[in-house]
């Protein structure tokens, strides 16, 4: 099981992080499937908007919905993101190199979004990296039971991963 995680300790840090990652590992040649997230700044109207990338090359989807500028409430629209896993899931089948997941968050920490997706990746010994953070980490390393590999928050540390740990189990496979 190869399972990585990684937190940056900033708001959206780690969600910019995975972004340019995936851009980069894109723009060598690998094969990806799974999210990449990007804000959009709404500051006449309140928080920003989410939408994930699919991998590699889109579409986009919005994840949130607009509760109005004083809504203290949960923006995730859960439909577009079990729109999103379900577009992931029907990747995973075309041979990819690495499954990212923007973050491991309530609702994979509840059992459900991209949870099934990871599991499955896994099976295919496809290697996994996720972004976490603290809110759902014991969930995670519950799901993951303990084996999931910390990697520090930058692109350098991630690229080491992926060419010392994940591309030698796809040399094995």
């Known amino acids: 099981m190869n399972i990585a995680f990684t937190m940056s300790p900033g708001r959206g840090d ?19 499937a ?66 990212i997941i923007n973050k491991f968050g309530k609702h994979e920490a509840d059992g459900r979004g991209f949870r099934s997706v990871i599991a499955e990746a896994l099976s295919q010994d496809v290697p996994v990296l996720v972004g976490l953070n603290s809110l759902n980490a014991e969930a995670f390393h519950a799901f993951t039971a303990g084996f999931a590999t910390e990697i520090p928050p930058s692109n350098n540390s991630l690229m080491q991963w992926f060419e010392t740990t994940a591309l030698r189990e796809l040399d094995c496979a």
């Open 14 to 32: 780690t969600d910019l992080l995975l972004h340019h990652f995936a851009h980069s590992l894109v723009a060598r040649g690998f094969r990806l």
């Open 34 to 99: 799974g999210t990449v997230q990007v804000n959009t700044d709404r500051p006449d109207r309140g928080p920003c908007d989410m939408d994930v990338k699919l991998l590699p090359d889109g579409p986009s989807i919005r994840i949130s919905q607009s509760l109005g500028k004083g809504a203290r409430g949960c923006r995730l629209d859960p439909s577009a993101l079990e729109h999103a896993v379900s577009a992931v899931a029907g990747r995973l089948n075309s041979g990819i190199d690495l499954l």
